[in-house]
Nanobody, 123 residues
Framework: VQLQASGGGSVKAGGSLRLPCTAS????????MTWYRQAQGSERELVAA???????NYADSVKGRFTISRDNAKNTVYLQMNALKPEDTATYYC??????????????????WGKGTLVTVSS
């Protein structure tokens, strides 16, 4: 599975960005697409996830501001980020999971990572 993410950039606080991530290869193995982020000096954290059935998970810090969606026909997942804050500044990574458990918000199978895309939010 290969992942191609894009859409990062620099915005002012309160602005919006949309990050698309397209999967290719053995996409039939994927049961969920997720977005993680890693700020400088911090650990990578889950931002949002969406299963093939449309079940979603969100980090508390982004609920109400970020929306994850997917276009199964295009094998693409989107992270719509609104009302961005400086603390959202991070490198965002797309990850495909083969055994995502929506109830616990974790993957128990193989994971495939895309290259990160940098999001910078200025105050």
């Amino acid at each position: 599975v290969q992942l191609q993410a894009s859409g990062g950039g620099s915005v002012k606080a309160g602005g919006s960005l949309r990050l698309p991530c397209t999967a290719s290869g053995s996409v039939d193995r994927i049961n969920a697409m997720t977005w993680y982020r890693q700020a400088q000096g911090s650990e990578r954290e889950l931002v949002a996830a969406i299963t093939i059935d449309g079940n979603t998970n969100y980090a508390d810090s982004v609920k109400g501001r970020f929306t994850i969606s997917r276009d199964n026909a295009k094998n693409t997942v989107y992270l719509q980020m609104n009302a961005l804050k400086p603390e959202d500044t991070a490198t965002y990574y797309c990850k495909a999971a083969t055994h995502w458990d929506h109830e616990v918000g974790a993957n128990f199978g193989m994971a495939y990572w895309g290259k990160g895309t940098l999001v910078t939010v200025s105050s």
